[in-house]
């Protein structure tokens, strides 16, 4: 499949993932002569950035790691790409100074370690040749408040007893919302549903599959939904309780997107 | 990005350190969503302290310094020691040497010498809405604030960059929009010289990335110095205003700004929260650097009560060298004046561990990069406290 991203440092690279779910920062980070990656809190400690693509959500700490990573390029221990969601200036500098290929505007959710990732800065995308792309869509339906999250049964293919809206496959080149609709139509029976948002798409990993999700809110008018045999339990629960939920992959980040961040819960 | 056919031909066919600073302000432009670039008059590039940049910094400058040359006159911020008193003060000579393969790398690249965090006490005063690339976030506020000059507050590597191509992303404080005031703070009673730090520390917190307007104060240029200083620490602040004051205050737009009222009674905890040192074992004038003026006022105070423990005052080294007569004093009086350095960025760590100081920017910054404790006090009270 292939991701937009957005050049920040010019060039091309061929490399496999090395993905830090948390910021990072390249002084005490990583080791600057070997690239041996110190910092525990990225989940990597131990991992080498040696001629590795290395992703993660954003930056941190001092601007000496524009240094670092000019360093750590200049003994072929740097990375061989760097990819992030938000880039600032610290590690767009040293990516610079380092020759390093450099883009931002990614959607991490997409990539796993040991992903090979061909980035290409220049064309402004990324693609990742063994992961298969599959659209689907996800359906948030709301009533006098309230959300409705059905618990997934064990008959379905990916992420059985999970937690998630209401979802289902596009198929062919089908417009996503008439999807939604006919889904929540066939997992609820709710009818007169309306459309209120459709959040721009995010990806959530299965394995070689990367469900591309498109996010949908709607407003119906009752909560008398009536489950088919996809799943086995429904809740209608407050926004912010959400990200509490045992969930499919980035459920809260879809929802989010239709709606904006969840509101944190008052003490 | 748009960029002119110059810088174009720049990016193309320009020296492979050239090539680089294009790239680094091209990136630094997209991601603040700059359209093109704007010319520059000067430059001026923090980052020179060996203590702060390491041997990370160091490798980077001496590589750069191949073909690296600036297009534009450029400073330098300071050092992390005085290149001349080193000994005296016992910085390892390691320190010292490799902090002296950083002053020349940047003086390889035709930078000048100045080694100071106050290039406008220097003769570096840019004109009223002349663009420049500075970086040491005190200078960046006194020339946008006081001069009505216009700057970022770039960082080391962005600043030299600019100063290799001789211009800078056009965004943020370059334009009119990013100048104009972000919140009112109204000055309650009156505040004058050591609290006008007090006040630049409460006024950053308050004012975050913004442009705070202040009402209700009476300053000289001096006391606008100390303000930013305190301003640029506690915030991430490049600019502010002053009513009736600051070059740029008619232009602010006020109107419909959250105002926040800040008393007498507010700086006495700021005070109290920056001090939690009870004991100095040195007293530390300047950060930042000090003016001539000011230097001979410690002169005089220094030399009417010379403190028991050690006091390190910090100018450039131009205006020490125009003051002798004050730097005898004070070092008659047992203190030293250091040039090529200032309080937070030099080595001071290795001997000792409370600072008194009526730097609010010295305050802020020395728990972290010194590993200090700090008493924030008017110099008055320090001096009467050590006689």
Known sequence: MRLPARRIAPGRADAEALVSRGPFSFVGGADPATGEILDESSGLRGASLRGRGFAFPHGKGSTVGSYVIYGLAKRGAGPAALLMSRADAIVAVGAVLGGIPMVDSVDLGALLTGDRVVVDADAGHVDLPDVRATPVVTAFVRNRGRFLLVRRGDRVSAFPGKWSGISGFVEGDEDPKVRAVTEVREETGLRGLRLRAAGPTLVARHGPTAFVVHPFLFDAPSRAARLDWENVEARWVRGAEIPDFDAVPRLADAFASVLGPPRVRKR | ?387
Not at chain 2, 27 to 54: F, R
Not at chain 2, 165 to 192: E, F, Q, S
């Open chain 2, 1 to 387: 990005m748009r960029l002119t056919a110059a810088q174009e031909r720049m990016r193309a066919d320009g020296t492979p350190a050239q090539r680089k600073a294009i790239e680094i302000l091209t990136a630094i432009g997209e991601l603040a969503g700059a359209e093109d670039l704007v010319k520059i008059g000067s430059a001026h590039v923090s980052g020179a302290s060996y203590k702060m940049i390491g041997d990370a910094g160091l490798e980077f400058l001496e590589d750069f310094a191949r073909d690296a040359r600036v297009a534009v006159p450029t400073s330098v911020n300071p050092l992390g020691t005085d290149l001349a008193q080193w000994r005296d003060l016992g910085v390892p000579a390691a320190f010292a040497e490799k902090q002296a393969r950083i002053a020349r790398a940047y003086e390889a690249m035709g930078a000048s010498p100045t080694y100071s965090c106050t290039p406008y006490h220097v003769g570096i005063r840019p004109a009223k809405g002349e663009h420049v690339a500075w970086s040491e976030s005190n200078a960046v506020c006194f020339a946008n604030s006081v001069l009505g000059a216009r700057t970022n507050r770039e960082g080391g590597p962005s600043a030299l960059a600019a100063a290799l191509v001789g211009a800078t992303p056009n965004y943020g404080l370059h334009l009119d929009g990013g100048r104009r005031a972000t919140v009112v703070i109204d000055v309650r009673g009156r505040v004058a010289g050591f609290r006008i730090s007090l006040l630049g520390l409460a006024a950053g917190t308050i004012a975050g990335d913004g442009v705070p307007y202040f009402r209700g104060l009476r300053a000289d240029e001096a006391d606008l110095k100390w303000l930013g200083a305190a301003l640029a620490s506690s915030g991430s602040c490049g600019m502010f205003h002053v009513e009736r004051l600051t070059p740029e205050w008619r232009a602010a737009g006020t109107r419909g700004l959250e105002v926040v009222r800040v008393s007498n009674g507010d700086l006495d905890a700021v005070q109290a929260k920056y001090t939690d040192g009870s004991e100095a074992d040195l007293i530390a004038l300047g950060s930042p650097q000090l003016s001539g003026e000011e230097l001979e006022e410690i002169a005089r105070l220094v030399g009417r009560s010379p403190p028991r423990i050690p006091v390190w005052v910090f100018a450039s080294r131009a205006v020490r060298d125009a003051h002798p007569a004050a730097v005898a004093a004070i070092e008659g009086s047992g203190g030293r004046v250091l040039a090529d350095t200032c309080l937070e960025v030099t080595l001071l760590e290795h001997r000792f561990g409370t600072v008194a100081t009526p730097s609010g920017k010295g305050a802020y910054y020395l728990p972290s990069l010194c590993h200090q404790k700090v008493i924030l006090e008017d110099i008055e009270s320090i001096l009467e406290r050590y006689a």
